[in-house]
């Protein structure tokens, strides 16, 4: 106890730290206030909404802003559509490829392509959303007049979002766009942790501590498949650079476990209504159509988790392909003179990472769709689906990796100014510290 009175006391006494953690609240605390505010036109008290699939996830992203009809009912969700689009152009078109490698001033205009790219996917899917979510009942004034003023307010509102998430990344902690997506998940824990508490009743106590038992495993083992790298020795050789010997150091190159992060569950969820879709289309004229919509229509059946989970380990292996390239990462190596002992430069290094690449993907594969199936288990096992939603999936690898990336900012500026980290041994590391290869 006494650590971590010490530890807050040095961290609240490096000025920056201090401006930079009050600053991140403000700015929460902004995000939040705004969550709770209703869009012009609509009564409150006749909203029933109760997403389901894809747009539950999206409201539990939102902290239930999409639920509420808020005026950041959208959040940063189409900035975050905007940047997967154009990290996917950047894959496949050369004329984003060399954008990209033009340094900081390609960086920049990347972002602003993005930006624009936000506008026109907010407008589109603003549309959609006040056109197939809200009821006419709980609108207040003309539906025309509703939608035309609605689109200008929700674009308005994720602009907002985005210019929050920047200025915490530039004057707060932490990456401020992951950070407005966790703020969002994390409001509904509390009332979740409640809810389950309720339903457990007082004679319920002993099962709800077990669970909060549980759920603590589960956190440890999302941190283990977050941290968890493959580490591959490089060696540099040794040049004489004037009078002096440089190089000649080992290195490592750490290859994560799961190199993909929450990617592969998002493209998977998308398209799990696809069967249900499909199916219901001939449900009236097929008794097989009808019983594959109903095995599809809740998460909780084990037709949904076995192909979410088949689907969750292909996309890995796609993202992981698109993402990791073991080819620019040899010719990387031979440019700086290093090498991996035992393999010659060149292709047979590229082919000996995609190896290791591919062995190390499989099981980080599995044990992704095992985390993202976790919540239709303990929901089976009797837990409340609000507080189910937190023993895994994109929630929860979320929470942790936001929380890591954090946690390794503020322990940075702790070691800065000569203060002891966070932790007695070992050092915090979060999502991109183990990505590249210290120099």
Known sequence: MNRLITTFKNIFAIDELRSRILNTLLFITAF?????????????????????????????????????????????????SASIAIQLLTLALPYFQKMQKEGESGRKRLNQITRVLTIGVTAVQAITYVRT????????????????????????????????????TDKGIGNGISMIIMIGIVSRLPGAIIGEQQSRGSGGILIFVLELVALYFVVMGAVVLTQA??????????????NKVVGGQRQYLPLKLNAAGVMPIIFAQALMFIPTYVAGLFSEKSDFAASVQNAFQSYTTWQYNVLFGLLII?????????????????????????FIPGVKPGIQTSEYIGTVLDRITLPGAVMLAIVAILPAIANLLGMTSGFAQFFGGTSLLIM????????????SYLLMRRYEGLMKSGRVQGRTSSETVAA
């Open 133 to 168: 979510t809200i009821p006419a009942e709980a609108l207040l004034i003309d539906r025309g007049l509703f939608t035309i003023s609605s689109l200008f307010v929700l674009t308005a509102g994720t602009i907002f979002c985005m210019w929050l998430g920047e200025r915490i």
């Open 400 to 411: 942790v990796g936001v929380v890591l990336d954090t946690l390794q900012q503020v322990e």
């Open 32 to 80: 939040r206030l705004g969550s709770a505010i209703v869009l012009p036109g609509v009564d409150p008290q006749k909203l029933n909404l109760n997403p389901q699939g894809l747009l539950g996830l999206l409201d539990t992203f939102l902290g239930g802003a999409f639920s509420k009809a808020s005026i950041f009912a959208l959040g940063i969700m189409p900035y975050i």
């Open 314 to 338: 292909i996309f890995t292996f796609f993202y992981t392909a698109i993402s990791v390239n073991p080819v620019q990462i040899a010719d990387d190596m031979k440019r700086s003179g290093g």
């Open 229 to 242: 790298v493959r580490r591959i020795p490089i060696q540099y050789a040794k040049q004489v650079i004037g």
